[in-house]
């Protein structure tokens, strides 16, 4: 059983910058794959960003590739999700979320009900 608290949401202007973090209790969180993805009112879940168990592989969605960067402390058992240049498309609830396993198939990788653990969300607001 994992459990993942995200932290770090908030209200910003375009263009600035927040970090997400997701703290996962446990003691085999580098056994994991772990994602963050999105939702905004009336829209599905989506794939944001992806970090393998290493670290050393990252995968991103186009919308946000160039200015989100992924990354991860096995040792803190923490996940992040830095985000430069916000846009107001870009406001949702952030969800963190882990998958058991060390593959990084892009087919399971990206899609929300590949996951078995997820976080309770993060709120982030980009006013314009």
């Known amino acids: 059983q994992v459990q993942l608290v995200e932290s770090g949401g908030g209200l910003v202007q375009a263009g600035g910058s927040l970090r997400l973090s997701c703290a996962a209790s446990?003691?085999?969180?580098?056994?994991?794959?772990m994602g963050w993805f999105r939702q905004a009112p009336g829209k599905e879940r989506e794939f944001v960003a992806a970090?393998?168990?290493?670290?050393?592989?990252?995968y991103y969605a186009d919308s946000v590739k160039g200015r989100f960067t992924i990354s991860r402390d096995n040792a803190k058992n923490t996940v992040y999700l830095q985000m430069n240049s916000l846009k107001p498309e870009d406001t949702a609830v952030y969800y963190c979320?882990?998958?058991?396993?060390?593959?990084?198939?892009?087919?399971?990788?990206?899609?929300?009900?590949?996951?078995?653990?997820w976080g309770q969300g993060t709120q982030v607001t980009v006013s314009s």
């Open positions: 446990g003691r085999t969180f580098n056994s994991y794959l």
């Open positions: 970090v393998d168990w290493s670290g050393g592989w990252t």
């Open positions: 979320a882990a998958r058991r396993g060390y593959d990084t198939i892009l087919t399971l990788t990206t899609r929300p009900g590949a996951y078995d653990y």
